[in-house]
């Protein structure tokens, strides 16, 4: 049985975000301390998800400050940059190299659920997670199966799956339908602290709101570690 690591949590921004930042600091500079100020216009749920994402994998600390080893791969090559990675993604996904699951056989359902069980993800985040560790793992030429490449969104499937009975039904083709009741949606359980930073992309908050609900992000985050620790 793998066991769990959910104290320590694992990305859920884009690839693409941590990459194009990654190179917008090795353009610009890296600053002595990663906070919101850095990422000029970017949306705010690019901001702390890419700041997630790096305090995930140990680029810089909770204060913000930036890891030799970030500022080491931020300054390297592209080419250079593959290895580099590919060091970062043995550290911040340690579970994935213990014998526990083989990266170059594994199917995506397995993959999921080591998401799951190792690492405490749930809900709708699982599909972020899985496609950041994907993305980022061909970056770094990481060998990873067939089935683990061609993943699909567990939420996309699910609602087109949905949406194709609900038309069979509209459209008259399903004897069962004047007799079924709606079925319930699914509402995927997403922890608190994601959902805050869903929250974060809505226009009409200021920057003082965005302030209290990151705090209060960090807050929980660190109080389910802490959690995870004693349990």
């Known amino acids: 049985m793998v066991e769990s690591q959910s104290s320590k949590s694992v ?25 919101k100020t850095v990422f000029g216009a970017a949306s705010g749920s690019v901001i702390y998800s890419t700041i997630s994402a790096l305090k995930s994998l140990d680029l810089i600390d909770e204060n913000g400050v930036p890891s030799l080893k ?3 791969f931020v300054t390297s090559t592209d080419e250079e940059r593959k290895q580099k990675l590919k060091d970062i993604l043995r550290v911040g996904y340690a579970s994935l ?28 985040t699982i599909d972020k997670s899985a496609a950041f560790f994907i993305s980022a793992a061909n970056f770094a030429e990481i060998p990873l199966s067939s089935q683990l490449k061609a993943r699909k969104p567990i939420a996309s499937s699910s609602s087109s799956k ?9 459209n008259g083709n399903d004897p069962k339908a004047d007799s079924e009741l709606p079925a319930q949606p699914v509402v995927p359980e997403k922890p608190l602290e994601h959902q805050l930073v869903d929250l974060m992309t809505e226009d009409d908050l200021d ?19 802490k959690s995870s620790v004693f349990n």
């Open 11 to 35: 990305p859920y921004a884009t690839f693409s975000s941590f990459i194009n930042f990654s190179n917008k600091l090795r353009e610009e500079g890296v600053p002595n301390r990663i906070d």
């Open 70 to 72: 970030f500022i080491d």
């Open 97 to 124: 190299w213990d014998g526990s699951i083989n990266l170059e056989t594994a199917s995506a359902g397995q993959f999921n659920d080591h998401l799951r069980d190792v690492y405490d993800v749930k809900g709708s």
């Open 162 to 170: 949905k949406s194709s009975k609900q038309r069979k039904k509209n």
């Open 207 to 225: 920057a003082d709101v965005k302030d209290a609900i990151w705090k209060l992000v960090q807050y929980l985050t660190a109080k389910r570690a």
